[in-house]
Nanobody, 120 residues
Framework: QLQVVESGGGLVQPGGSLRLSCAAS????????IGWFRQAPGKEREGVLC????????YYMDSVKGRFSISADNARNTVYLQMNSLKPEDTAEYFC?????????????WGLGTQVTVSS
């Protein structure tokens, strides 16, 4: 069964950090990119970052450049989203998705999401 599972969400104060994980099973990162999307209440889902191990490309949404980073551990088949300098506007449900064949391609397998809340 092909799936991705997110973990690592939680409550953090403004300026704090969180690291989200996206564990893939049933496929390897050699053949799929992994993207992170987020959706805040009342807003549309938006793409945040993406990484393709097969062509080395990455994508960052402008509002997170310099604060968020994405990395892949192919041995663990896991992608990490490191979020620093978090702001209240980063509060959202965060989803990872397997994208084929590279970032910007077809979103194939979605996780169920993990909640990130930035609040004092």
């Amino acid at each position: 069964q092909l799936q991705v599972v997110e973990s690592g969400g939680g409550l953090v104060q403004p300026g704090g950090s969180l690291r989200l994980s996206c564990a893939a099973s049933g496929f390897t990162l050699d053949y799929y990119a992994i993207g992170w999307f987020r959706q805040a209440p009342g807003k549309e889902r938006e793409g945040v970052l993406c990484i393709s191990s097969n062509d080395g490309s990455t994508y960052y949404m402008d509002s997170v450049k310099g604060r968020f980073s994405i990395s892949a551990d192919n041995a663990r088949n896991t992608v990490y989203l490191q979020m620093n300098s978090l702001k209240p506007e980063d509060t959202a449900e965060y989803f990872c998705v397997a994208v084929s064949p590279v970032c910007g391609g077809v979103t194939d397998y979605w996780g169920l999401g993990t909640q990130v809340t930035v609040s004092s």
